[in-house]
């Protein structure tokens, strides 16, 4: 699961051109969308959903509260790329 948590945070910061960041500075359960966290907002979050349906095959709407949790933090989004892997 390490592995993926770090393929996660280099895609974050791919995704979201957060170049002035690298994997080491992002915590698996720091949250993404909080000023304490990355600090991302709402249209980062639209780019994010659209980057992982693209890379992972992930589906999440836009309304829907599971999403908001998977979306928490890089921890939170392996468990869900696992549970899609199978």
């Known amino acids: ?26 915590d698996n359960d720091a949250v993404l969308f909080a000023e304490d966290g990355l600090g991302l907002d709402s249209i980062d979050a639209l780019e994010l959903v659209l980057a992982l349906k693209k890379k992972y095959g992930i589906v999440l709407e836009a309304n829907d509260e599971k999403s908001r949790e998977h979306l928490r933090s890089v921890a939170t989004l392996a468990a869900l790329i696992s549970e899609s892997r199978g």
């Open 1 to 26: 699961m390490e592995t993926l948590h770090h393929e996660l945070k280099l895609f974050i910061i791919e995704a979201m051109n957060l170049e002035d960041l690298t994997a080491a500075d992002i």
